[in-house]
């Protein structure tokens, strides 16, 4: 079973919508495991404190080392070799090549912040590892998880059927996908390209592969280049 443990203030949020479609299927099945943890948990005194002003001063708050580190080490086992990712905006952008290494291993720990942030110093003695899922600021790190893991579990193999392996998808073979049709044939005076409705399947593939170079260059050059 592929395991995924995730540290949030807001455990509620979990499953969610991963409770749902392939990934809440996948959950039942026992094809992969969600823990949340709710980091509050381990929270300081009668209010439970997990933040504090930052040093050196300045808005907002920052989540405390000590806390964190509580909650983790509440939970793994010293010899856990799962990637503990922490979610954030200043990580390694998420990409379908990392999401394939994660799925061949045994699953994830997934560390939800929110506030300005969480204390580097137990970044560093945890050794959490920062991922980002794009250019902008969310106000909490618990979507982000679910991005992530969405991307993990509908590749976990037993999830989608084989027909759909997920190969053909966009980025998997650093193109954009081609253009999808289905019926009818005629929508509102717009056909459906005459090489996709004649069976001849070498054209369909060529066509297929022309459109995804062109698609790709037109939005993407940055992944033509890679
Ligand atoms: N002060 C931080 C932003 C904090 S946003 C900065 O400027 O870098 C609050 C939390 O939301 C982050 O700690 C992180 O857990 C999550 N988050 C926000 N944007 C994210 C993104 N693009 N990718 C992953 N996590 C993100």
Redesign the pocket.
Known sequence: MWRADVFTLFPAMFPGPLGLSLSGEGLAKGIWSLEPHDIRDHGLGRHRAVDDTPAGGGA?MVMRADVMAASLDAVLAPDDMRPRL??????KPLTQGRVRELVAGPGVVVV???????DERVIEARGLEE???????????EI?AITLLDACVRLLPGIMGKALSGEDESFEGGLLEYPHYTRPRDFEGRAIPEVLVNGDHKKIAAWREAEALRITEERRPDLRRR
């Open positions: 907002g922490l979610t954030s905006p200043r990580g939800c912040t929110r506030f300005e942030g969480l991922v980002s899922i794009g250019d902008y600021i969310l106000s909490g790190g982000a």
